[in-house]
């Protein structure tokens, strides 16, 4: 720091930057993007995120195993994406720099923390030369910054041990983004003293570290410019930054307030779900019961039980959770109770990537039993919405007296985006009758309770439960008659019934919404079909496609079990059809059974969201094909 | 609270077909279950079996109250679900030693550790009964059956240590040849107020005849079940001449009243905090050949984890008041957009 002298730098506007910022797992990348992010929603930019952190909690220092990322596009307009490849790349040591450049925009921005490239950690990184000075950044604009060294120093007078004062250089490098982009600090700040609230010299290093971060770009004589991201024109409300997670644990209290039927949930600990699990236990003066069960099995056990007892059963996991689940979810089908299953998908086959993202669980969903055991299936398409995915799957589960399986995913579970916050007045009022009398008179005039006998216009069973006089009955997992609900092992009878599951829910497809049709180009010469996260991606890849010129419908879908009425018509009507997956091709293959259409698959299985580009690529290929 | 109704077991009885083979000692469980129920003052609809699978976990079907008959194993975790949404109620498991050692020992354990309000019923038969007699985690070593033909080669498990181990807080063991002490243990479960374990011998004529009649005929009780009563010296025999003494190593250890003298002998505490004792009674007899303790082992009162839970629920409501959905979704940092 030479002077002390503010000097006068330019400003310049950018429609949009993508910042990925990039550590050592204990480096505090993550809590770094997360206050970035932040920061530029109150500044009231659009924004989404991408946060990837690896599977080990603490992998070894400074290597590439340890890195960890968080990637966020902020913007003045509508955003759909984390973005393509990042304007700029925080470094904190070599083996983020050596892990990460790859996903920079030639010409991009690189700011590293140059005390970290020492000798034994651009070893450890697989450097044989810096890279800081060998010429290998040419392509780039760098900027090096004694990070470490600075934090050090402002710390000095604080009390702070120089170790903890050293972890603070994450609010170093915050601090100098948020000067270099024109984010607001306050809101930081604010952050800092409410967290740190009881742990008052870390607040001040941290404080001091992120203010000296501010201070060093304004004085250091590097930057030339700074760069501001004006505010988006986003429609008119009160917003909140929220993640999939989140969002979707408050789409299961706001179902059950709407259903005025309590939430339990039985859960077992993985990611990317947990999250859920721990939102939901701060719940409880909503009337929310959590039970963290001894395994998978005995967390959707107790959902199920808790559904019999006449509250909204609900089960979060994950693939490897939802295969333990299986054989109660079938139990589900057969009771005809109300139950949610919810699936964060991630990396498999076994522990796969249980930090990345994937959706190549639809398949588990729609046939992953045993028997004919359908069961309706809605997936969530950004991290807001699985709020409204929530409550949707919940309504179904609720008035069709069914098992219902949610579809998340890693992307949305972690990225946020910004949210336009609904008017609680408007959600759905989804309350349920209970079962409060007989409703059979038997040939002697007997009044009695019959536990199957159907509601003609939903095809659900009444749901009694204990405690009702009058209304004592037994159900179970072995074949009924219908109606009575008696055991009954007849031929005849049992293919009536299985008859009756699948009708059951292809039924719902009377109750659900249309298809969701971005820009009904009628005439257009693709389609692109989705369902789930890649709604983001496929926007923005549509977007561009028709800016060019090029005719494209997007077509989204958001009920995969049953599937919407008008879907056949829809893929009918294009001359091509395009599947983008996070699998190789599931519910392309569907679509292709289902509608005897030609649908191509475009598949991306690398735990890593598709990129718009790569989908406006794909876009391109098959139209000029 | 307005009174309970007077009932008659036929109130109990469901209108549908026992299907238990003829002479299984399932029948006389049920009879006692049945018997019981009216001089527990709960109402029918209160009332709720919950079951796995086995021949055992036919049994919600033939009582005339709410019932679950699962899936194989899950009967303690669905049953969790369901106390923990309507801690009001009374909630009975039923399991054979198959579905509730093997496939669902695990649920069992952790219902048993957490202490829910179950009255859970495990009717050890020693076999798989409804797939045709394999052998079962409580089979002797030695067992020939269709899958062990030259006999089973691991370890049996003793159902009352396994529920002591797992830190059950009322475990008591019966048989289904006395009615009578079927019904003092199971009433005995009712009334305990957290999770309630009740290991009941239960002979299969069809695949493992005679388990236990070496000890539960009734020319062989006396001198082969040894009678657990609270604050009362551990003694049986004809007439009452063994006892129950800890030995100097610690273990529980069958003696000559007249050998030892009246003082010497264990005085039973069911109440006793520490499992020890509870543990080295149920270690006293190898298996159904030699004397073996029934009755109550333990019954130590502790927190129970469905009421555990709905305090914490109403704790959190008087806190912060009755949840508000408009202000969760405000919880995070805002901004308007105009
Ligand atoms: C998941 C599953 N695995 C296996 C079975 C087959 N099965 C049904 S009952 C049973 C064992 C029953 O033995 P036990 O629990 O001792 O009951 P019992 O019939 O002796 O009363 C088995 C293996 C099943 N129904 N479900
Ligand atoms: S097989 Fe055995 S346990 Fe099952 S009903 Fe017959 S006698 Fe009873
Ligand atoms: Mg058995």
Redesign the pocket.
């Known amino acids: 720091m030479t002077d002390t002298v503010p000097r006068i730098v330019g400003t310049r506007e950018l429609n949009r930057l993508v910042v990925r910022f990039a550590g050592d797992s204990g480096d505090g990348m993550q809590l770094t993007g997360d206050r970035f992010t932040s920061a530029s929603a109150l500044f009231g930019n659009d924004l989404a995120t991408l946060p990837e952190f690896p599977a080990e909690i603490r992998a070894p220092q400074g290597t590439l195993a340890g890195v960890s990322a968080f990637q966020v596009q902020v913007s003045d307009h509508d955003i759909t994406t984390p973005g393509d490849a990042p304007n700029v790349l925080v470094a904190m040591n070599p083996a983020a720099l050596r892990k990460e450049l790859m996903h920079l925009e030639f010409g991009g921005t690189v700011i590293v923390n140059q005390d970290a490239f020492v000798e034994r950690n651009l070893t450890k990184a697989g450097y044989d030369a810096d890279p800081l000075d060998d010429g290998s950044l040419d392509n780039y604009t760098l900027f090096k910054v004694p990070m470490t060294t600075i934090t050090k120093e402002v710390c000095k007078d604080l009390g702070v041990k120089p170790r903890d004062a050293e972890r603070s250089k994450n609010f170093f490098a915050l601090g100098l983004l948020s000067w270099l982009y024109s984010r607001p600090a306050q809101p930081t700040l604010d952050w800092i003293s409410a967290k740190f609230k009881r742990q008052q010299m870390i607040a001040d290093a941290n404080t001091a570290a992120f203010k000296a971060g501010m201070a060093f770009g304004e004085t250091a004589e590097l930057f030339d410019f700074t760069y501001e991201v004006k505010p988006a024109a986003l429609a008119p409300g009160t917003y909140t930054n929220v993640n999939g997670n989140t969002a979707l644990s408050w789409g299961l209290v706001a179902a059950s307030q709407q259903a005025k039927v309590p939430l339990f949930l039985g859960s077992y600990p993985i990611t990317p779900a947990s999250d859920i699990l721990h939102e939901l236990s701060q719940r409880k003066n909503f009337g929310v019961r959590t039970l963290q069960a001894e395994d998978e099995i005995a967390a959707v056990c107790a959902a199920l039980g808790a559904s019999f007892g006449g509250h909204l059963g609900i089960t979060t996991t994950s693939g490897p959770g939802i295969a333990l689940k299986g054989?109660t979810i079938g139990l589900a089908v057969s009771l005809e109770l109300p139950l949610l299953v919810i699936n964060i998908q991630r990396g498999g086959p076994s522990t796969g990537l249980p930090t990345k993202t994937e959706s190549a669980d639809l398949m588990q969903a729609m046939y992953g039993r045993h028997g004919e055991s359908p069961v309706p299936i809605v997936a969530a398409y950004s991290p807001s919405q699985c709020f409204f995915a929530a409550i949707e799957a919940a309504r179904i589960a609720l008035k069709y007296r069914t098992p219902v399986i949610l579809l998340s995913d890693g992307y949305l579970a972690n990225g946020s985006e910004p949210w336009l916050l609904p008017d609680v007045s408007t959600l759905p009022d989804l309350t349920v009758e209970f079962a409060t009398g007989p409703n059979h008179t038997k040939d002697d005039g007997t009044e009695v309770f019959w536990p199957y006998l159907r509601d003609p216009e939903t095809k659900a069973r009444p749901w009694a439960v204990p405690g009702t006089p009058g209304l004592t009955h037994r159900i179970g997992g072995i074949e009924k008659e219908d109606g009575t609900g008696n055991i009954n092992y007849e031929a005849d009878n049992h293919g009536y019934m299985v008859k009756l599951r699948e009708e059951r829910v292809a039924h719902i497809a009377n109750d659900i919404p249309p298809t969701m049709l971005d820009g009904d180009t009628g005439d257009a010469d693709l389609l692109v079909l989705g369902w789930g996260s890649t709604w983001g991606a496929i926007t923005s890849a549509v977007m561009r496609a028709r800016a060019e010129g090029r005719k494209v419908a997007h077509a989204h879908v958001t009920h995969l079990n049953p599937l919407p009425r008008d879907l056949g018509d829809i893929v009918r009507r294009y001359p091509k059809v395009l599947v983008p997956e996070m699998n190789l091709g599931q519910f392309c293959r569907i679509i292709r059974a289902e509608f005897l259409v030609d649908a191509q698959s475009v598949c991306k299985v690398e735990g890593i969201p598709f990129t718009a580009a790569e989908l406006h690529s794909h876009i391109n290929g098959v139209l000029d094909d | 609270m307005t009174d309970v109704p007077t009932t008659t077991k036929a109130d109990w009885t469901s209108d549908q077909e026992v299907r238990w083979c003829p002479g299984c000692g399932d029948y006389s469980i049920l009879t006692a279950v049945q018997m019981l129920m009216p001089e527990l003052n709960v109402r029918r609809e209160d009332t709720v079996f919950v079951s796995g699978?086995?021949?055992?976990?036919r049994f919600p079907y033939y009582m005339n109250t709410y019932g679950m008959h699962g899936?194989?194993g899950r009967a303690p975790a669905l049953a969790t679900g369901l106390a923990m949404a309507r801690p009001e109620l009374h909630v009975w498991v039923v399991?054979?030693?198959?579905?509730?050692l093997s496939?669902g020992g695990n649920h069992l354990l952790h219902a048993l550790r957490r202490n829910v309000n179950l009255n859970i019923l495990l009717?050890n038969?020693q076999?798989?009964?409804?797939?045709k007699g394999q052998y079962?985690p409580t089979s002797e070593i030695g067992k020939v059956t269709k899958s062990t033909p030259a006999g089973s080669i691991d370890e049996p498990f003793n159902p009352v240590s396994v529920a002591i181990g797992a830190e059950a807080s009322f475990v008591a063991r019966t048989h289904d040849m006395d009615r009578q002490h079927m019904m003092d243990m199971f009433r005995r479960a009712h009334d305990f107020p957290g999770a309630s374990f009740v290991e009941v011998f239960q002979n299969?004529n069809v695949f493992n005849d005679g388990a236990f009649g070496a000890i539960t005929k009734k020319d062989k009780r006396a001198s082969m079940l040894i009678p657990l009563e609270h604050g009362q010296p551990i003694r049986f025999g004809e007439n009452d001449e063994n006892g129950v003494v800890i030995n100097p190593q610690g273990s529980a250890e069958v003696v000559n009243v007249a050998d030892v003298g009246e003082s010497a002998l264990l005085v039973h505490d069911e109440t006793r905090q520490d499992p020890s004792l509870a543990f080295a009674l149920s270690r006293l007899s190898a298996g159904p050949f030699e004397p073996t303790p029934i009755g109550v082992y333990r019954a130590v009162e502790r927190s129970e984890y469905a009421g555990e839970a709905s305090k914490q629920l109403a704790l959190a409501q008087e806190q912060s008041g009755p949840g508000d959905l408009e202000a969760l979704l405000h919880s995070r940092p805002t901004w308007e957009v105009s």
Not at chain 2, 53 to 57: D, F, P
């Open positions: 054989e | 699978i086995g021949c055992a976990a899936i194989h399991g054979g030693d198959g579905d509730m496939i009717f038969n076999i798989y009964g409804l797939t079962s299969c």
